[in-house]
């Protein structure tokens, strides 16, 4: 459990995605017997000890929008609570098949969009907002995006996220990246701090719950986590040694490599 969440810190902040969407088909396939809110319980729970180290990690290298972050976190909680709840309804066959044609579908769309990131569009219209960060290195980045439409967006990725107990990184880095027209790196940076708010939302839900209790998840949950949080730190030190198409093309290939497995166990191959 320790290495595993290592691994799954490191790639997870690399990425901006918190690692759940490594983490949960893992979990998938190595507790067959357990109930898909269990799994999503536990893969929750690392999420968010990998996002407060994450987090931790990029506001030392200054790449984090925390205004725009703020907004986007307080968009996500009533989805993210909703999506707790509700995947204690779906059957572990069906969630299997769910899961893997998310990633296959945000992997492809990852696929398609990358090349476009070198020429942005001017946003305009209402609700435009602008923003210059700096990081510690001096590097600059300068974008500007519609916030109305970031908030409604962060609102139903949260549900996704907490349904699927992936954290919603996943998810949301390709949005701020592609839609939005965040840099990468600060795309990455801005989503783990998200996602120390979507996944403890999340994970508050199943605790209250009892889905999450020492004898038959916490306690694994625990080990994973405590991996999880050097993990983290690693991935946001190489963060700073790998470009930013480089890292859509690893998270894309990952994405739908794992979904092509997790779509075949499924389907029962």
Known sequence: MLPLGFVVGAFGTLVGAGGGFVLVPVLLLLYPEKEAQTIT?????????????????YARQKRIDFR??????????????????????????????IFAAVLIGIGLYLLLRKMQQSIMPPVTGRGVVRRRITDANGNAFFYSFKMPVGVALSGGIGFLSSLLGIGGGVIHVPVMA?????????????SQFV???????????????????WDSSLGQ??????????????????????????????????LILVGIRLGMKAAGI
């Open 41 to 57: 319980a536990m893969s929750l729970f690392v999420v968010m000890a990998n996002a407060i180290s994450g987090s931790a990690a």
């Open 68 to 97: 725009s972050g703020s907004w986007f976190a307080a968009a996500t909680l009533p989805g993210a609570v909703a999506g707790a709840i509700v995947v204690g309804f779906i059957p572990r066959r069906a969630f299997d098949a």
């Open 178 to 190: 592609t839609i939005l027209h965040f840099p990468i790196h600060i795309a990455a940076a801005t």
């Open 195 to 213: 996602l120390m708010f979507m996944a403890a939302e999340g994970t508050s839900v199943h605790f209250a719950t009892g889905t999450l209790h």
């Open 221 to 254: 949950a625990a080990l994973l986590a405590a991996g999880a949080v050097p993990g983290a730190q690693a991935g946001a030190w190489l963060s700073r040694k790998v470009n930013g198409g480089m890292i859509l093309r690893v998270l894309a290939g990952a």
